[in-house]
T-cell receptor, first 113, second 113 residues
């Protein structure tokens, strides 16, 4: 079964610093990969997704992620954190041929002034 | 506006009672999903449906039931057999094809007293 590992349940950065949230998946075949953001007591919002068109994927709010097959990784980055980026971030994977998603446990991003 | 609605936002029930959570979408999506979210656990799939009158168990279906009588609606019943029902429940939908983005509702927080 597919699995997703997000390293670090909490990540703290200062406003203006680089954001790096890590995601590794287990599939041997390149899957579809997603990053979602969740604000407290709300649903999930798609940040970006990888569907094999390009290895560097740009999303909303200045986020981007790079698919690295050799490392089975799909890390999320943003050059400069903003206070409004404080939220929980989830990486998810879908195998080829399936519409269901397997989620990581999430990483809470804390942004300090 | 197209989207997914879940009601109610907050729900309180006594132990031993069944409770039904509502999920409606007007996105004309074929597939719908129910997830359970617990702190530090990510999202876990309860049930999903890819077509009207058909549904499949997810990873944690025990103690839950669903129906899909209409394309727009996918209600979830939390039965008294669910040992620990207090959680945040999220509904999602998509076109049902591999790689399709799942769109999420705002969630229902269920507390069993």
């Amino acid at each position: 079964a597919q699995s997703v590992t997000q390293l670090g349940s909490h990540v703290s950065v200062s406003e203006g610093a680089l954001v790096l949230l890590r995601c590794n998946y287990s599939s041997s075949v390149p899957p579809y990969l997603f990053w979602y953001v969740q604000y407290p007591n709300q649903g999930l919002q798609l940040l970006l997704k990888y569907t094999s068109a390009a290895t560097l994927v740009k999303g909303i709010n200045g986020f981007e992620a790079e698919f690295k097959k050799s490392e089975t990784s799909f890390h999320l980055t943003k050059p400069s954190a903003h206070m409004s980026d404080a939220a929980e971030y989830f990486c998810a994977v879908s195998d080829q041929g399936y519409s269901t998603l397997t989620f990581g446990k999430g990483t809470m991003l804390l942004v300090s002034p | 506006d197209g989207g997914i609605t879940q009601s109610p936002k907050y729900l309180f029930r006594k132990e031993g009672q069944n409770v039904t959570l509502s999920c409606e979408q007007n996105l004309n999506h074929d597939a719908m999903y129910w997830y359970r979210q617990d702190p530090g656990q990510g999202l876990r799939l309860i049930y999903y449906s890819q077509i009207v009158n058909d549904f499949q168990k997810g990873d944690i279906a025990e103690g839950y039931s669903v129906s899909r009588e209409k394309k727009e609606s996918f209600p979830l019943t939390v039965t008294s057999a669910q040992k620990n029902p207090t959680a945040f429940y999220l509904c999602a939908s998509n076109g049902g094809r591999a790689g399709d983005t799942q769109y999420f509702g705002p969630g229902t927080r269920l507390t069993v007293l």
